[in-house]
């Protein structure tokens, strides 16, 4: 009597033999946000470019000064964007220098959702006329993201048991492979705010964001 042992290739062969089905599942769990960042800032313009650019320094330091006074720290504001533009004018066909286009844009990070309102109103006392947007965000979303995949593994599953039964098979449960398929986002998540009004104490909607884990999975038919 011989004793042979199938090599890994050998054994596993078989298995490439037999029909599989390979499934996605995806699953987003909604979430309220906890971080907002805005972009605040303010745009200068003159026939000089030196003047345009001082009144642009003067009131960017009063919306710092602003941020400051609301209790932003340092650390939480950045510039984003320092652009210089020169502009022109078209009459008749030709092409008319203008002057001076200077774009100053802070990216300030809030951690309390409460204090957006506020800050962009007292940025706007303070000289700011550009707000390009607002974010929405999470510190930390790992948790969140852990249950969406789990959630997102049960739906494989489901699929997959469908599949295997409506073609006249059962299912292998134990899964042959497993792919987490990274996705690729923008900066601006679900819960942006793109548009803002001025006017005094003016209420910023957060509403929830996404998180979302999506994977592939491929299982054996029996």
Known sequence: MYNYTIPYREKHSSVNRKETIQVTGSYTVRIEPDTAIAYIGVVTSDQELTVAQHDNSVIAQKILHSLYSNGIKEKNIQTSTYQIYPQYDYVEGKQLFKGYEVRQVFQVQMNDLSQVGRVIDDSVKSGANVVERIEFSLTDSRAPYLKALAKAYESAFEKAKILATT?????????????????????????????????????IASGQIGVTANIQVEYLKT
């Open 167 to 203: 073609s006249g098979g059962t299912l292998d449960p134990s899964p042959l492979n497993i792919i987490e398929i990274q996705e690729f986002r923008s900066r601006i998540p679900s819960g942006k705010v793109l548009a803002y009004s001025t006017e005094a104490s003016s209420p």
